[in-house]
Structure formats: C-alpha cells, structure tokens
C-alpha cells in the first residue's frame, strides 16, 4: 500500500489488487470501514464496491474505478441458535472459521466453496455452490435474511417476505445492489463419519451417469484428465455418511487466517505440455482406482488446502476457470463436441472437474438442472488456450449451457448475454436497486451488468 487519504471520517488507501486467476490488475482505493457509520461515509457520488476475502477468480470486489470497501472488520457472530441451527453473522466472516466454529458445536454449513478465506458476504453475492449442488441448492438456499447497506440509506432487513427483489437481486448480485452487512443461515447437521468411495470413469459423459446415480450423497464431484490423449477420463469422488465409528469425520478445517489468500506463483509456468501430461498421468495412478477409505470433512469441504502448489504451478501467466452447466438431455453431446474440439486444439487444460445440479435458475445464479463442468486453463491470454476458451464458449451456448460469471475472467459481454435467458431483465432488475450505478467493479464493466 502506498498513499494514504483522510476524509470525512473515512480512510482509503491506495493498492494493488489482482484477481485469484491473475487475469487482472488494477490499482484501486481500498476502504477498511471498522464501524458501522463507516459503510456510509463515502461521497454521494462515489463509485463503490464491497471486497470480502477476495478469492473471487475474476475482478468482482474491485476494478471499474471503484473504491473497495473492505468488510474485513466486520467478523463478528451475532447470534447462534445450538437447538434449532440458525447463524446470524457479520458479512465479513470467513466460510472456514464459521465451519469449525460449527463443527465442534455439531452444525455446518452444507453449502460451501472450496476456498475457506471466502466471506459469508462473497457467497451471498456470487451465490456459490458447494460440494453437491444437487443435493444441497446454492448459498441462497440456507439463507434466510440479510442486512444490506445502500447509499445514503438506512440499513434494511431483508428476506423472502420482506423485499423479495431485492433479496432474489442481491443473491447473485456480484455486490451491484449494496453492501451485505450481516446474514442469518440455516445450518445443518454434518455426518458423524464419512467414507469417499471413488468411481473411475472412461469419460464425462460416464461420469454424468455416475454424479445422476449419486444425487444424495453428501459430496460429490468428479476429477477429470482434460489432456487430448485421455480427454475426460478421471474420477467420480463419492462422499457418503458412514455408521461406522471408525470413519469419524471431525477433523477440523485449518483456520482461515493460517492459510494465505494466495500462493506465491512459481516463477516459471510449471503447467506446460509435459508438466500436464505428468501431472495427469500421476493423479490418475493416485486417485483414479476404485476403492473407499474413510475421509474428513474437513479434507471434503476444502479439498484445494492440499493443492496449494498446483495453483503456485500457473506462475506469474496465471489461469482460467471456465464453468458452464448443461443441461441433462444436451450434456452427452457437448461432452462428445469438447472432446473433439480438445483434440483438434490441444489447450493446456489442468483440470476439469465436475458437479452436478438440480436447482432453478433466478438472474445471474448458477444453478440449473444439469452437469457442470469446471475447467481451469493455463496460460489463459495464450493465443490457443484463448481461442480454445472462445470456442467453448460458443460449443456450451449451443449446447444451452449456462456460464459462470463470476469464475470467468474470459467471458465477454456479448456472450454473457447469449447465453443467459433473461439477462436484461436481471440487469434491470439489478438497476432497479441501484438506479444510480454507484456499484461497479470489473466484473461490472466488462459485463455490462
Ligand atoms: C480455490 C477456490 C475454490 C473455490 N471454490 C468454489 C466453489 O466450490 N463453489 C463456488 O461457487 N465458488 C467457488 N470459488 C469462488 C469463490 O468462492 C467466490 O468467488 C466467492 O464470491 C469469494 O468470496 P469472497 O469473500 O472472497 O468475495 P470477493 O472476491 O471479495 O467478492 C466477490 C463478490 O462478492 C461481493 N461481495 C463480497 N462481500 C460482499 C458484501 N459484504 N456485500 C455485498 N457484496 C459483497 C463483491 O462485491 C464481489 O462481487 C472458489 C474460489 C477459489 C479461489
């Protein structure tokens, strides 16, 4: 951080801040508000933005000459109800401390994303989705009402009842509607002990079959070679409750402060063709055999803990994340249709991996009911792996697949709008709560959200 402002009883300082993917950079004015008075204390006419933990893998808490508004201060649990399960919660609270807080009182939260530095506010406003969409419904899902801050405003409550626009249009909101100060979630009980049992698969549209067999299970995604000698070939990682004492499955997440928002990237880009090829070659000898053994959820919800040097191995040229969802009847076909296009581009593909879901659709949301694929490329601004994620962009549209706008650094405005039913009337309904456009990001700009 290099400069820092005092006015009006509010502080920015002047930093760098790049998204998780590396795709983008920008220098940005960044408030740390330590008071509630302090979420409202920008100049009426201040473009604006709220940063929780800032893992999104795009530019959403920042960019787009706003200031970012950290709620990094506002980490406080305010209520918790240990007889019924319900978590009212300051917005800035990291999703892996509120699990182990959960966990040794016998409650968690179903619903999670694979990073634990991400804030209660970040899922809320990218309604995130956990480790069986299927199963469990996005974020949304176990929300039941939120305080959110408007410009030159008191804060409102909302929920279901109370302001339904407004609560469908700050789910998924990417931030646009104002700022999230606090939640209240409804919990669940976790399993008393856990075993993965593991299903090797020839392909993805194999692996579809296995996740549609598997709907109720607890965890559930796949792993897949997205290499063109072995395209889709992988893993279906089944997480299923166990009576058996022996399998308990409480060890506890690590703390979220414990673990860095990022890792260092390797100064060279470990992710080239032979890399990938021995990478994929030993995740398959290691993880793609059939077999069970017992597992923690502490290990299921936050696998990616054990894989901080896979993301170091992108190096300074970083990654893309693409993740479309397709819906049942077409996924068979655009699995067929990305294995030919693979093998005609040979994109240096990482990982692909796969989830299913079962939900509806509402504004921007991932859901749908469908298979999701995840593929994460490197050396995104490359001109193959470019071209690459354009054609698949265009091979999941006509395959009426869904994007992920808040994964995709790549994604363009004109796409976002194809491939999305009712894009202008979200985008509408997003400026209905903000008719002044004082909320913006990246994300914001290059979407034309
Ligand atoms: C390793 C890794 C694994 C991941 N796994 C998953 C996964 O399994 N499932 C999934 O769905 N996503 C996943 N993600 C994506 C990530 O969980 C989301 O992007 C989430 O939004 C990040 O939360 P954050 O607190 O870091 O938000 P930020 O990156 O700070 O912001 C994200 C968006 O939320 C808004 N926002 C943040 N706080 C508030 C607030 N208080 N009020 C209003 N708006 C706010 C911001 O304005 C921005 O638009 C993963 C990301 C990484 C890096």
Redesign the pocket.
């Known amino acids: 951080m290099r400069k820092r402002t005092e006015m009006r009883g509010y502080a920015v300082a002047e930093t760098e801040l790049s998204s998780?993917d590396r795709q983008f950079h920008a220098r940005c004015a960044l408030q740390r508000p330590d008071r509630y008075r302090l979420l409202d204390a920008l100049p009426a006419d201040a473009p604006r933005?709220?940063?929780?933990?800032?893992?999104?893998?795009v530019g959403?808490?920042f960019g787009g000459g706003a200031i970012s508004q950290s709620?990094d201060a506002f980490d406080r649990l305010l209520a918790f109800d240990a007889e019924h399960g319900r978590l009212t919660v300051e917005?800035?609270a990291r999703i892996g401390d509120l699990q182990r807080f959960l966990l040794e009182r016998g409650w968690y939260l179903p619903v999670a994303?694979?990073?634990p530095?991400?804030?209660v506010?970040?899922?809320i406003?990218?309604d995130?989705?956990?480790k069986n969409p299927a199963r469990d419904g996005t974020f949304r899902t176990w929300l039941d009402a939120l305080v959110v801050q408007r410009p030159h405003a008191e804060p409102c409550v909302v929920d279901r009842e109370h302001d339904a626009d407004l609560f469908g249009a700050t789910c998924a909101g990417?931030?646009l509607t104002g700022?999230?100060v606090s939640a209240t979630l409804r919990l669940a009980r976790p399993p008393r002990a856990l075993v993965l049992r593991r299903v090797p698969v020839a392909n993805l549209a194999e692996a579809a079959r296995v996740l549609r067999e598997a709907a109720n299970a607890p965890v559930l995604y796949g792993w897949h070679d997205g290499g063109a000698a072995h395209f889709g070939r992988g893993v279906v990682n089944i997480g299923l409750a166990s009576g058996d004492d022996h399998d308990r499955a409480d060890a506890l997440p690590p703390a979220a402060a414990d673990l860095p928002a990022r890792v260092a990237p390797l100064p060279f880009t470990a992710w080239n063709r032979a890399g990938l090829t021995a990478a994929n070659r030993w995740l398959d000898w290691r993880w793609c055999r059939a077999g069970q053994a017992p597992m923690t959820l502490g290990d299921a919800l936050f696998p990616?803990n054990r894989a901080r040097l896979y993301f170091a191995g992108f190096g300074h040229a970083g990654m893309a994340e693409a993740q479309w969802l397709v819906p049942h009847p077409r996924f068979e076909a655009f699995a067929n249709a990305l294995a030919d296009l693979v093998a005609r581009t040979r994109p240096r593909i990482a990982l692909i991996a796969s989830k299913l879901f079962a939900g509806t659709a509402d504004g921007f949301s991932f859901d749908g009911n469908g298979v999701a694929l995840a593929i994460q490329v490197a050396t995104p601004a490359a001109h193959g792996e470019r071209a690459f994620l354009d054609a698949l962009a265009e091979l999941a549209i006509a395959h009426d697949g869904r994007p992920n706008l808040?994964?995709d650094s790549t994604l363009e405005a004109s796409v976002a709008r194809r491939a999305i039913d009712g894009f202008e009337a979200a985008r509408a309904r997003l400026a209905r709560h903000d008719p002044q456009r004082l909320h913006t990001?990246e994300?914001a700009r290059r979407l034309a959200l």
């Open positions: 998780f933005i709220a940063r929780g933990g800032g893992v999104s893998y959403a808490s709620l917005a800035g994303p694979g990073h530095r991400a804030s506010g970040g899922c406003a990218a995130v989705h956990g990417f931030g700022t999230i990616l808040i994964k990001s994300l």
